[in-house]
């Protein structure tokens, strides 16, 4: 009788230890508050629609360079067009179209981005505003590239901010 006592003392002491097992040993810890969003900076709003529009070239310029598609279509109406006007500026007959923002990211994809341009700048830029629309032209640098009869940029206001509705490339004649 005394070997079961003994049997069941240590059974005792062995269940107790393996219990004693499965706690935690660490000290309770204090549920840590639920993370705050960091205060998020407002997007800056330009203070004259030529500033905006201006805002809008060096984004494309940025996001070509960085070759982030997203932030292009952000920047383009989901209906805009890229034309390619191929040196000929008066005859539109042999003009590269792009209509649509499907076809736009397509000519980014295979057309520019390929080209891994170092640096894209408007440095001349002539903006005319009429009412919600404005025509831009620019002489636009990619690289070592200039384009020097410029480029032809519309843009609309679109839901109270402005988008690029199109661009014409290659005005300069051969």
Not at 34 to 44: F, Q
Not at 49 to 63: C, P, S
């Amino acid at each position: 009788m005394r070997g079961i006592r003994y049997m069941l003392l240590v059974a005792l002491i062995v269940l107790a230890s393996l219990a004693s097992c499965n706690r935690s040993t660490k000290p309770a810890q204090v549920p840590l508050p639920a993370p705050t969003t960091p205060p998020r900076t407002p997007t800056p709003v330009p203070a004259t629609d030529q500033e905006a529009i201006q805002q809008l070239l060096n984004a494309e310029a940025e996001a070509v360079v960085a070759q982030d598609i997203n932030r292009l279509e952000e920047i383009w109406d989901d209906d805009g067009v890229v034309v390619d006007a191929k040196h000929t500026p008066n005859d539109p007959q042999d003009d590269a179209r792009w209509q649509g923002w499907d076809a736009i990211r397509e000519r980014y994809v295979v057309v520019v981005f390929p080209g891994a341009p170092k640096t894209v700048a408007h440095p001349l830029v002539d903006i005319k505003i009429t009412g919600d629309t404005a025509v831009v032209t620019t002489t636009t640098e990619i690289g070592s590239e200039v384009a020097a009869a410029g480029d032809r940029w519309t843009f609309a206001r679109r839901n109270g901010r402005w988008v690029i509705t199109s661009l014409t490339y290659n005005l300069e004649p051969k």
